[in-house]
């Protein structure tokens, strides 16, 4: 399960979801250890889930051909989880900037968008490369 903890305590929320699918049953990545056979993996987006944008500045671009292709050579964007003053608010900034969505970004329609062009292997968010690498294992 993939949840975007939107300012929730990362610890709270997770053993919310860990005692969850323990309930129903159901092995996770975390109780077995390495040591078993697993079906669930419980994994939060820190910060926010438009982290995992920024993590893949090509497909942004490429969603959003007036972003500057620069977008993820600039500072403040390197490491897309420790983005200040929150991720969608920035991406909002970004793509206003450049002519997109002048009354606000409609979340789920530039998700839509993005993640046609996302690339797993180039992705340069922690978050995500740790729910990459689980889903790979649970794959497995």
Known sequence: MLVDRDQENCRSLKTKLEDAAQQAGLATKSSVRGQGRFVVVNRLAIEELEAWFFGDPEALVQAYPRVPATIGHKAQYRNPDAIAGGTWEALERILKKS?????????????RNVSKYMNPDRNNSKSFQ???EALRELAQ
């Not at 002519?99 to 998700?111: F, H, R």
């Open 130 to 132: 740790v729910f990459r």
């Open 99 to 111: 002519g997109y969505y002048q009354s606000g970004m409609p979340k789920v329609e530039t998700a």
